[in-house]
């Protein structure tokens, strides 16, 4: 499944500049969060403004103070979306960036997928990055595409951000309904 241009999620974060590279990785931690804190999802709001308005040192500040209001405890999988807010650089450069928006497409696409009812099978994810879907469960297609689309949102510049935001809002109201309906039946 590649996006509508034919480019794989690879090459659209290969391409992505900055405020791409950083809403990327912040959209996917976004719509994690319900597996962290599902009742903070405006935590992330002033990374979000950071991002809008590519300032680095705005960015830095944002992201420190979300790891700090984030700090809770909870799952396996809880530990892996705090990862990938630990993990978000406090620099504003295109290395930390892409890195960072790399390690937080392959952990929110691994998470989505461990909620389908088949789950994943070893390499499912690099396959569905580079542009082969073929296996994926519904929940993994869906933040499939959704990481395509914030990073074909985000190309056109400041004001696909809202829709990149839109974007994470719907994803994780996606997963806390699954997840919620997942506890029920425990």
């Known amino acids: 499944m590649t996006s509508g241009n034919g480019r794989s999620l690879l090459e659209l974060i ?3 500049d900055e405020r791409g590279m950083a809403a990327a990785g912040l959209a996917c931690l976004d719509r994690c969060l319900p597996l962290l804190a599902p009742d903070r999802g405006d935590a992330l709001r002033p990374v979000w403004a950071a991002v809008a308005r590519g300032d680095g040192e705005a960015w ?3 992201v420190a103070k979300a790891r700090v209001d984030l700090d809770v405890d909870g799952t396996e999988d809880a530990g892996a ?3 990938m807010l630990a993990e978000a650089p406090d620099a504003w450069t295109s290395e930390a960036l892409r890195g960072w928006a790399a390690a937080c497409s ?3 696409l691994a998470l989505h997928g ?4 088949a789950g994943v099978p070893d390499g499912l994810v690099e396959r569905c990055r580079a542009g082969d879907a073929d296996g994926a469960g519904p929940l993994l297609a869906g933040e499939l595409r959704r990481q395509q689309a914030v990073l074909e949102s985000v190309a056109h510049g400041p004001t696909g951000l809202r829709r990149a935001r839109e974007l994470s809002v719907e994803g994780g109201r996606v997963l806390r309904a699954v997840v919620s309906r997942r506890a029920r039946t425990a």
């Open 81 to 83: 979306v705090r990862a």
């Open 14 to 16: 290969d391409g992505a």
């Open 60 to 62: 830095g500040e944002a």
């Open 106 to 108: 392959v952990t929110a």
């Open 114 to 117: 461990r909620y389908d009812a």
